[in-house]
């Protein structure tokens, strides 16, 4: 049923675990917010339409927590949940996506051996300019529907910020975009 409703309304699929979590395996072309990070914040900017019909991915016990946040904040066409989450996606069959998230360790060892990897710091400008690593650029998870057309179908990325959780986003509006790499 949550699948036929996100084929026949045109439901966004908003998984709401954490990062860390939501990597290793969620329904492909669904967007990663997390309920423990600035999720009313990105949520009002990365979803553009307040009347967007929504289907939740939560872990067990906090569907409802998700359903009322959503609608502190004006989103009330939440559509439902996946009942049992992730688990009785994957115990149904169903495809399951993935990310490969790396250390800063291993990020820096891929840098000291390939000068033209690219990184890409999704922080905010004021960030970025205060610090970042030499020759990342900068596209801002804030302004990425904007900015989509900084980025090629065609490349690799290694996505930065300051702890995972918006790097994790970012990646995975990539991912339902299209973005492979």
Not at 32 to 56: E, Y
Not at 166 to 175: C, E, N, T
Request: hydrophobic content about 35%; aromatic content about 8%.
């Amino acid at each position: 049923t949550f699948e036929e409703i996100a084929n026949t309304q045109g439901a966004l699929i908003l998984d709401t675990r954490k990062p860390q979590v939501f990597n290793k395996g969620f329904i492909p072309n669904s967007i990663f917010i997390g309920i423990d990070g600035s999720f009313a914040s990105w949520v009002g900017t990365l979803i553009t339409d307040i009347d967007q019909p929504i289907l939740i991915v939560a872990d067990e016990g906090r569907e409802e927590e998700v359903v009322k946040r959503l609608a502190r904040v004006g989103y009330d066409n939440s559509l439902g949940y996946l009942k049992g989450g992730i688990e009785s996606w994957r115990k149904a069959g169903k495809e399951v996506d993935s990310i490969t998230s790396i250390s800063a360790e291993e990020l820096a060892q891929r840098k000291a051996t390939d000068n033209g990897i690219n990184i890409v710091d999704v922080r905010k400008p004021s960030e970025y300019q205060s610090e970042h690593i030499v020759d990342a650029s900068n596209v801002p998870l804030d302004y990425i529907n904007e900015q989509m057309d900084q980025l090629n179908k065609d490349t690799t990325y290694h996505l930065h910020c300051a702890g995972g959780y918006r790097s994790m986003i970012m990646a995975s509006i990539l991912k339902a975009r299209g973005y492979e790499k």
